[in-house]
């Protein structure tokens, strides 16, 4: 890889440190707050990445009044090609678990990994063995679907062929003929109710990791500076996100997070194990 991790070097924290103190059980419960950003290298765009991500790419359909438009419910109720025409390229996709997906499998078998709360809809964390019960999926994931109107589900197989069609999948009920929409969250939807109970696990974290996130979308991007002063959080970013930095603990890896999270196995000394779990899955 051509990219170069720059560890901020900060006043009282270092990877190394943190690596000794997961070591020596100091630290056993581990937050990850994840974007779309760990999903990148698996080639999945996200949102805001310049040239590569969906609000660049979509930018050619003059036709969306704002950019967000394209996943907001309020437009997709009246104008749902935008976004079918989206989530059609990407069912043409395979999508494996990247290196990052892998450490947090990692860290499960580790017994430090307390909550991965991602906004990614990929489903890519489960798919490289993080177990359901430690994943909040803030806004929903794909692999489900239902009418808007009368809640009747479809099955993935169907709502696929439909979709990798080019029609739009409308109910069979001719008088509800409602869209049928992923279970994932759009703009202008709540989120689950899981996420708001959830939150309390920052109260007693050891450690919280934010990975691949603008920290633009709310109410996730509030979700760090919740988390009580002097626990250490750790960037593994592209760009500065949120406040992190702004607290003597933080430490900033700024870069690819693959590679950050392979800064992080080599301070653990468990490099190959990473390698080898990513490998597998
Ligand atoms: P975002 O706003 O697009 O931000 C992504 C962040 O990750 C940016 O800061 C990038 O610089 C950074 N980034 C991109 N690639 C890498 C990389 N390889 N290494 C390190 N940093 C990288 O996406 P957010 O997740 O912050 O925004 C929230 C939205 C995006 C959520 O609602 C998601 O549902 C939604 N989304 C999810 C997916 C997915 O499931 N994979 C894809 C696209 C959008």
Known sequence: ???????????????????????NGDIKRIVVIAGAGISTSAGYPDFRSPKTGIYDKTAALKTLPYREAIFDVRYFKHTPEPFFAVLRGLMQMNF??????????LLHRMEVLE?????NIDG??????????????????FGSQRCMICKISWPSDRFERVVKSGQVPRCDDAFCNGLIKPDTVMFGEPLSQNFATSTKLLDSADLILVMGTSLKVHP??????????????????????GDL?????????????????????????????????????
């Open 1 to 23: 890889s051509t990219s170069s991790i720059q560890e901020q070097t900060p006043q009282i924290n270092s990877i190394d440190a943190i690596a000794t103190r997961i070591k």
């Open 96 to 105: 494996k678990p990247t290196v990052t997906h892998a450490f947090l499998s």
């Open 115 to 119: 909550m991965v709360f991602t906004q």
């Open 124 to 141: 890519l964390e489960r798919a490289a063995g993080v177990p359901d019960e430690k994943v909040v999926a803030a806004h929903g994931q």
């Open 220 to 241: 996730v991007a509030a979700l760090p500076s919740q988390v009580p002063k002097g626990v250490p959080r750790v960037l593994l970013n592209r760009e500065k996100a």
């Open 245 to 281: 930095g702004s607290r003597r603990e933080d430490i900033l890896l700024l870069g690819d997070c693959d590679e950050g999270v392979r800064s992080i196995a080599d301070a653990l000394g468990l490099r190959d194990e990473l390698e080898n779990l990513w490998r597998a899955v």
